[in-house]
């Protein structure tokens, strides 16, 4: 398929670099290192390659969000924001941007948002899971953005009118327990989706979205494994009936479907799109490859051979995230 957008497609500047390298082995982290730092030579050639037209470009994990002196994270969001948008402005037909966000602050997040929204063009955000701040337990305390202090910031995200993509990171080293002696469970295999289905539920309980109903949230990896446990999450011991613990006015079901979208990043497998589908529908789904941790051609080669129908094929691959973005504007 020809066209097609990706938009979990991330890069690293010097200051975030070394945040990406405990992901590969030793011996491929070269290889990684070149990839992140290249915007515009093997990446453009690929994405040539493999009929993907746009990519949205977003910073490595887990990057500002690990950044616990809050004037520092504030410093080098600026810093990879400026850095995107040069890249943007030399190929604005080939580039968009998300812009990172330093999270811990919440009043400087919301204003980083509008000036890359407003004066750089980006067309969102992405933010790698919980942040730390240093004034909150040393830094050892994660903060998940349904914490009451973040509402200013949805009001102003939901003004600007731009999707929030919410991608993963690894739980602090004290919230990991149920993964000693099992270090291949964290990262992409299992606790990057663990993490940010958790936090994902926590914002659809909070009532946020009774809030600011018309606020649009993207998770990766075909939902983080969300859509599998959808009926689970809202029908649990059915036959007791007590009113939910939690102040969302609406079974979580219902925000999922109208609050979320998914992208194909890092799980290419057909079985598992067709579930999303058959949850969301096709209009809520985009591809991403999540280069450059997984190759553009595995992502590629399997979606253009999936097994949907053209229709859903050029919604997933192209004008859905047209449509969310306003890339056609």
């Not at 975030?16 to 453009?44: C, H, K, M, N």
């Not at 810093?79 to 400087?108: I, T």
């Not at 079901?253 to 799980?267: P, Q």
Request: proline residues 6%; glycine residues 6%.
């Amino acid at each position: 398929m020809l066209n097609k957008v990706a938009l979990e497609e991330h890069f690293a500047i010097d200051d975030t670099l070394q945040d990406s390298a405990g992901f590969v082995p030793g011996s491929y982290w070269e290889e990684l290192r070149r990839r992140l730092l290249d915007i515009t030579d093997d990446r453009l050639k690929l994405m040539d390659t493999h009929g993907i037209e746009l990519t949205l470009l977003s910073l490595n994990a887990p990057a500002i969000q690990a950044i616990p002196d809050r004037q520092r994270a504030v410093e080098t969001a600026r810093k990879a924001n400026d850095a995107l948008a040069a890249e943007c402005a030399r190929h604005p037909d080939r580039f968009r941007g998300f812009a990172a966000l330093p999270m811990q602050d919440p009043d400087a997040a919301a204003e980083e948002l509008r000036r890359c929204v407003e004066d750089l063009g980006f067309v969102g955000a992405l933010v790698n899971g919980f942040s730390q701040d240093e004034d909150r337990s040393g830094g050892h305390e994660p903060l998940y953005y349904d914490l009451p202090e973040y509402r200013p910031f949805w009001a102003e995200t939901a003004r600007l009118d731009v999707p929030f993509y919410l991608h993963p990171r690894n739980p602090l080293p004290e919230d990991s327990r149920i993964y000693d002696g099992h270090p291949w469970l964290l990262g992409p295999t299992w606790a990057f989706a663990q993490e940010t289905a958790v936090h994902a539920l926590r914002l659809m309980a909070s009532g946020l979205f009774d809030e600011h109903p018309g606020l649009q949230i993207v998770l990766g990896h075909l939902g983080e494994g969300i859509p599998a446990m959808l009926w689970r999450i809202d029908h649990r011991n059915a036959w007791v009936e007590v009113p939910p613990a939690y102040p969302a006015q609406r079974k979580l079901v219902d925000y999922f479907t109208e609050n979320f979208h998914l992208t194909t990043s890092g799980n290419f497998r057909t079985q598992t799109l067709i579930d999303a589908m058959m949850e969301l529908g096709s209009d809520r789904i985009m591809f991403s490859t999540d280069w450059p941790f997984e190759n553009i051609d595995h992502a590629a080669d399997w979606f253009d051979s999936a097994s949907i129908s053209e229709v859903d094929r050029i919604k997933i691959g192209s004008s859905n995230a047209r449509r969310l973005f306003k890339l056609e504007d």
